[in-house]
Nanobody, 116 residues
């Protein structure tokens, strides 16, 4: 069982930045693909960004790509999501998910609220 704990959520004004962290208990963390998802009220959970075991990154769309950066520190078994130029549409609970060999492990999420 792999545990994931997200942190860094909170309130921020539109145009501001927020950095999220996802600390995992995975002993073979470097072998995991890690994803950040988000879920806004009344909407389905959506994939935001992915970082592979080899640190290749992918983003859900070009708008997110220019504002968000996903990164990982294998020594700290932690993945980060740096979010810039935030808008109220970015308000959501942000979750991280670790994937390997067909297994997926989820954190409980951290809430980011962007005020206009």
């Amino acid at each position: 069982q792999v545990r994931l704990v997200e942190s860094g959520g909170g309130g921020v004004e539109a145009g501001g930045s927020r950095g999220l962290s996802c600390l995992t208990s995975a002993t073979t963390f470097s072998l995991y693909e890690i994803n950040w998802y988000r879920q806004s009220r009344g909407k389905e959970r959506e994939l935001v960004a992915t970082i592979s075991a080899g640190a290749n990154t992918n983003y859900v769309n070009s708008v997110v790509k220019v504002r968000f950066t996903i990164s990982r520190d294998n020594a700290k078994t932690t993945v980060y999501l740096q979010m810039n130029s935030l808008t109220p549409d970015d308000t959501a609970i942000y979750y991280c998910c670790a994937n390997r060999l067909g297994y997926a492990y989820w954190g409980k999420g951290t809430l980011v609220t962007v005020s206009s």
